[in-house]
């Protein structure tokens, strides 16, 4: 007994250092965008959907009728490390109210995000957010630790095929008080989408995050059918490759994706969403 306890507690440890190398840079590493975003490599800066409410909530602030999705990831095929999140745009006005919630983590380390974002558009090209999100993480041997930090974002549409977007995380560089080590991810992204007909949409993302080199991200959305997408993309830093598909159905979404990393294998991610 002695022996299988010392296995499981060795076990254990390792989740415990995958995790805090995974995070001990930038608490977002793990930011779960949804499996139409994943499929198109995370590049959502200038996308219009309820998930951009996780990255750039202008993305948001054309949405008609309120949206509820939900969204699961497990990473590099092991139960223990998964990512649940959740996310509701409500129109208001002539404003969306955004709200996100993520969980990751495992008993002995546990990361918790809750957002509030508010966005406009102030014409039929502009749209401009802001969100404001809190962080929580809990390490049993160090105790809990939180911060608030504040996003900004735009985007603008040159025309009816070109859209361009920008936003900004966490500028005021915060971080998690109570754990030494432990930061929110400060930087810059700027994106296009472009679609080459209304089957088809491109889009790119140039990420810089502070402290780490730019990252180059870009999908491919293909509609096969009136009710069916394909979709594939890639990122530069870390190279991986994603892919996935959707399926629509009146008010009902499924999508599903898997991104591959170099390293450390395949995370498959599921999500859905209702459109009230």
């Given at each position: 007994?002695?022996?299988?306890?010392?296995?499981?507690n060795?076990?254990?440890?390792?989740y415990?250092?995958l995790i805090c190398?995974l995070?001990?840079?930038a608490?977002h590493?793990?930011?779960?965008l949804?499996?139409?975003?994943?499929?198109?490599?995370?590049a959502?800066?200038?996308l219009?959907d309820v998930?951009?409410l996780?990255?750039?909530s202008a993305?948001?602030?054309?949405?008609e009728?309120a949206?509820?999705?939900?969204?699961?990831?497990?990473?590099?095929?092991?139960?223990?490390?998964?990512t649940q999140?959740?996310?509701l745009?409500?129109?208001?006005?002539n404003?969306?109210l955004?709200l996100s919630f993520?969980?990751?983590?495992?008993?002995?380390?546990?990361e918790?995000?809750?957002?509030?974002?508010?966005?406009?558009s102030?014409?039929?090209?502009?749209?401009i957010?802001?969100?404001?999100?809190y962080?929580q993480v809990?390490?049993?041997?160090y105790?809990?630790g939180?911060?608030?930090?504040?996003?900004a974002?735009?985007?603008?549409?040159?025309?009816?095929?070109?859209?361009?977007?920008?936003?900004?995380?966490?500028?005021?560089?915060s971080?998690?008080?109570?754990?030494?080590?432990?930061?929110i991810?400060?930087?810059?992204?700027?994106?296009?989408s472009?679609m080459f007909?209304?089957?088809?949409?491109?889009?790119?993302d140039l990420?810089?995050?502070?402290d780490f080199?730019v990252?180059?991200?870009?999908?491919?959305?293909?509609?096969?059918?009136?009710?069916?997408?394909?979709?594939?993309?890639?990122?530069?830093?870390?190279?991986?490759q994603?892919?996935?598909?959707?399926?629509?159905?009146?008010r009902?979404?499924?999508?599903?994706?898997?991104?591959?990393h170099?390293?450390?294998?395949?995370?498959?991610?599921?999500?859905?969403?209702?459109e009230?």
């Amino acid at each position: 007994m002695l022996l299988v306890s010392s296995i499981t507690n060795l076990i254990r440890m390792k989740y415990i250092c995958l995790i805090c190398i995974l995070f001990q840079h930038a608490l977002h590493a793990q930011n779960n965008l949804g499996s139409r975003l994943k499929a198109l490599g995370s590049a959502g800066t200038a996308l219009q959907d309820v998930w951009t409410l996780q990255q750039n909530s202008a993305g948001a602030a054309n949405i008609e009728q309120a949206i509820f999705a939900m969204g699961y990831e497990q990473h590099f095929l092991n139960p223990e490390l998964s990512t649940q999140s959740a996310v509701l745009g409500i129109p208001v006005n002539n404003y969306v109210l955004g709200l996100s919630f993520q969980r990751y983590g495992i008993t002995e380390y546990m990361e918790q995000t809750a957002g509030l974002a508010l966005s406009r558009s102030f014409s039929a090209a502009l749209s401009i957010s802001l969100a404001m999100k809190y962080h929580q993480v809990g390490i049993p041997v160090y105790g809990t630790g939180h911060a608030i930090s504040v996003d900004a974002g735009m985007q603008y549409s040159l025309n009816d095929k070109i859209r361009l977007g920008s936003y900004i995380y966490n500028p005021g560089r915060s971080g998690i008080k109570g754990l030494s080590g432990s930061n929110i991810l400060s930087g810059i992204s700027v994106g296009i989408s472009y679609m080459f007909s209304d089957k088809v949409l491109f889009i790119s993302d140039l990420n810089k995050m502070l402290d780490f080199g730019v990252n180059i991200r870009m999908g491919i959305e293909y509609q096969i059918i009136k009710r069916f997408y394909l979709r594939g993309g890639l990122s530069t830093n870390p190279v991986m490759q994603t892919g996935g598909f959707g399926v629509k159905f009146r008010r009902f979404s499924l999508d599903a994706a898997v991104s591959s990393h170099p390293r450390l294998g395949y995370s498959p991610n599921l999500s859905f969403s209702y459109e009230f």
